[in-house]
């Protein structure tokens, strides 16, 4: 290898060492590239970065992440969401296995209304854990569905993970919001189907509501609530999804119609008043600078990478990789998936993921279903121990009685679950595909 090759090496690991020894990722990654950087080239490789931080923060396309998430927030902490919950719940009670579907499908409708984790796993483990184990739920399956069901706003628009995608692969938003559709519907759909054979073959471990209590819910009152807890949420989905797939309106321009509807269903429940908006600001806030401070440090260690000439070690890589493209596309699956038990979701999106993509291009692969196996693996990334956030945000929560073996048992199988998700998207690409080509982009 030549002096520059040796120099990349280096920059990764001391990112990865800096990482370990507890500095935020933030810092190792500028600190890293701007170390490596200097070395290679000294001063003059920075020339280019004030052209690409502005880049960074004048890109319409990422004004819809601080827009999205206020509609995120704005929405759990009015409580609309935990309404929802109660309500789906009380209907599907009767099933066994039941409770768990209502989760997943709250989970569906939250990922498509805040499409923010910790504040769905967070939620849903306050409310329904607690009931969970009252009605005799296994504690593992109860935190696995909680865990599982928290991600699906990783996968399901409108997702801050799309939203970086699509800059990142220079897809639209859109595009990317319409082929992740299906494929967040199927996983659901896998979820539920386990729950069913779970109810089927192992009553005991996800049990119906009781009979008695079944019988005290006035099903008119039920009709009432479920109009009035589920309807606002959902027709504010369909329309900011809507707007965006018809072509109506661009992301930007319904994730500010989204910030809006939320705020309008917050003051129809009659919740809005000062508190919840500075607390929502100040989640927005929060939440926004940390993405953007990420995306912010990781452009001198792109810029670092590509300037040493780490583009040309990864191709050197991939061709020695038996199988062409499909050799490539599974050892790109497998190295993201092994990242996930240790990185974040936004870390291997803008260190990964820049240095593979020009192989991808080079194959001609059709980066829509790229971008959506993507997904699907980096939302797995939320599950793994050691450090998958959705466990954390759990642990935090969880009543006394649920120990750490009961939430890190109860993910393995929707962990499994979800790589029969991207096995299916991998061997079927039109389920990503389909709707894009339908739409007409």
Request: proline letters at 6%; glycine letters at 12%; one cysteine or more.
């Amino acid at each position: 290898m030549i002096g520059n090759e040796w120099i990349v090496l280096g920059m990764i690991a001391g990112f990865l060492g800096l990482m370990i020894i507890g500095i935020p990722v933030a810092i190792s990654l500028a600190v890293s590239g701007f170390v490596a950087g200097y070395i290679g080239f000294g001063p003059m490789l920075f020339n280019l970065m004030p052209a690409r931080l502005y880049g960074v923060v004048s890109n319409y396309t990422l004004l819809a992440i601080p827009l999205f998430t206020f509609m995120g927030v704005m929405l759990e902490k009015s409580r609309v969401a935990e309404d929802m919950l109660d309500t789906i719940g009380t209907a599907m009670g009767g099933l066994k296995g039941g409770m768990g579907l209502a989760i997943v499908l709250v989970g569906v409708l939250m990922g498509a209304s805040t499409g923010i984790v910790g504040a769905t796993v967070v939620t849903v483990g306050l409310l329904t854990l607690p009931t969970l184990m009252k009605r005799g739920y296994a504690p593992s399956v109860a935190c696995g569905t909680i865990c599982a069901s928290g991600t699906l706003g990783q996968i399901i628009p409108p997702s801050l993970v799309l939203i970086l995608l699509s800059d990142i692969m220079g897809e639209s938003v859109g595009t990317l919001f319409a082929a992740a559709l299906i494929p967040g519907m199927v996983l659901a759909g896998i979820y539920c189907a386990y729950l069913i054979l779970l109810g089927m073959f192992m009553p005991k471990l996800v049990p119906a509501v009781p009979l008695e209590e079944r019988q005290k819910i006035n099903k008119a009152e039920l009709r009432k609530k479920l109009l009035r807890d589920v309807g606002p949420p959902v027709l504010l989905v369909l329309a900011v999804l809507g707007s965006i797939v018809a072509g109506i309106a661009a992301p930007t321009e319904a994730a500010s119609m989204g910030a809006l509807g939320a705020l309008l269903i917050a003051v129809g429940f009659g919740r809005m008043n000062m508190q919840l908006l500075k607390d929502t600001m100040h989640g927005t806030l929060t939440i926004s600078a940390m993405v953007y401070f990420i995306l912010l440090c990781a452009q001198p260690f792109a810029l670092a990478f590509r300037g040493l000439g780490g583009e040309d070690m990864v191709h050197g890589l991939f061709d020695m990789i038996p199988g062409g493209e499909m050799g490539a596309l599974l050892f790109l699956m497998g190295l993201l998936f092994i990242l996930g038990f240790f990185l974040e979701w936004i870390e291997i999106s803008y260190i990964a993921l820049p240095m593979f993509l020009p192989v991808f291009i080079g194959y001609g692969t059709d980066m829509v279903w790229l971008a959506i196996l993507i997904a699907m693996n980096l939302q797995m990334s939320f599950l793994t121990p050691p450090f998958g956030w959705a466990l954390f945000f759990l642990k935090g929560v969880t009543p006394p009685g649920i120990t750490t073996r009961d939430i890190y048992v109860g993910v393995l199988p929707f962990v499994l679950l979800q790589a029969l998700a991207v096995a299916v998207i991998f061997v079927f690409p039109s389920v990503a595909t389909w709707l894009p080509k339908a739409i007409g982009w």
